[in-house]
């Protein structure tokens, strides 16, 4: 998605050469045409054209944001504006030129790159995730701007962080797949499970090396109890780093080892407080975590360890206890 901005066609005065791009938005398709390129003078007919789009209100003029410096400079609105206004109207403009490139690169990629399965499958097999990693960067980055805190914080870790190999980004990149793969399209919610799926367990970084170290088989009853500690103390970290986060993110933090029946840690809430991607954290981080050995010590492929979820094996260590809005659709997260 790219940001636009509408103009009135006075407002160009007498200039009939710009160096911005004119777009057509059209309302009842909700699709922005381009109409004039940058620098491509504008004739009579074009002018008349977009004269008689302006007075039947059949379409709107429209600038890309990232062009509204530009705009205004040539307009010669630019002074009218303080240097700490101009300056702060120029870096969104810098973000917004990095979200367009950012998109444009995706799409372009999209119309030649394997399909996601394929990606999927290769790194199980080769035990190399960074390809899917990167792919969720991609699409991350792709996220619009300015719509919510949680949304550009989303985008922002996404871009810093998501381009390595490892335990925390594999939940990120797997929970984000699979929520779509569940048909969760919305940003909002998209953003809200990845904030939480960087998020969740920055406590255990406050849990003792011995507990994250044994076989959590092994593990007594009261260190397991330490254990899920690390759930309030991530929310507490959060609470007083002072980043901001939707209270729906916040939630799938504090729930992202709760089971639907009551049974999950440490609250022990039950369905009706959990969301859909709460759950999905939890799944997903649980086979992810038990495929790397964390949980029986012992590692095994991905895929093995989601169809012992499938077939409710008995598997010391192994959750199969999932809710109808997960159960059905747990194999799936092999065919992304
Ligand atoms: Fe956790």
New binding site residues.
Partial sequence: MIAYFYIKLKSLKDIRTFPFTLYVYKEKENLYTEYLKANTPLTQDSYNLLKYIEDNKTGKIAIKLSQRMTYLATVGELSEYTPQEANQIREKINILKEHEKAVETNQKEARTRLPLRSVLTKAIDQDDFLPIILRAQKEISTFPVNLSHTISLARHFAMTHLDKDNLTNRIVALSFFFAKKLGIEDYKKQADLICASFL??I??TSISPNIMHESFEEVTSDQREQYYK??KV?RMLIEKSGVQLSEECKAIIDH??EKHDGSGMPGQISQAGLSLESEILEFI?HILEFSTGLINGEKSPLSSVVYMVDAQAGVGGLNTNYSDKIKPHITSVLSL
């Fill in positions: 969740a367990n406590g255990l690390h759930v991530s992202h080892h981080s």
